[in-house]
């Protein structure tokens, strides 16, 4: 694995923006969860109807619990890489501050 590099703030600002990416999704499924409410029901309460009222909760609900995991799933990302982010940051500072005090024990 020669070459590898690892951006720490790279990490760290990917982290945030997949981080944000799940809030603005968050915030558009209650936005489309509010708008799909406030159609109601319009296919009726006839027997056609409540067939079709009953197909559409749930699939509605299978989709919406498939959104919520993706959502989590994105949320959880950008945690785990801001958190990688700043331990890499806080190795590399313990490996400078290393390095600093050994030049400076052999007099450089």
């Given at each position: ?21 799940a809030?603005?999704?968050?915030e ?16 009726g ?11 559409h ?8 619990e ?8 994105i949320?959880a990302?950008g ?19 290393g ?6 024990g052999?007099?450089g």
């Open positions: 694995m020669t070459g590898l590099r690892v951006d720490p703030d790279g990490l760290g600002g990917s982290g945030r923006a997949l981080e944000d990416v809030s603005r999704l968050g558009a499924l209650t936005a489309f969860r509010a708008e799909l409410a406030g159609f109601g029901r319009p296919w309460s006839d027997d056609v109807g409540s067939l079709i009222g009953a197909a909760d749930e699939v509605s609900a299978f989709a919406f498939c959104f919520d995991t993706a959502l989590a799933e949320a990302a945690t785990d890489l801001t958190g990688m982010g700043e331990r890499y940051a806080a190795v590399e500072t313990t490996i400078r501050q390095f600093d005090g050994l030049r400076q052999l007099g």
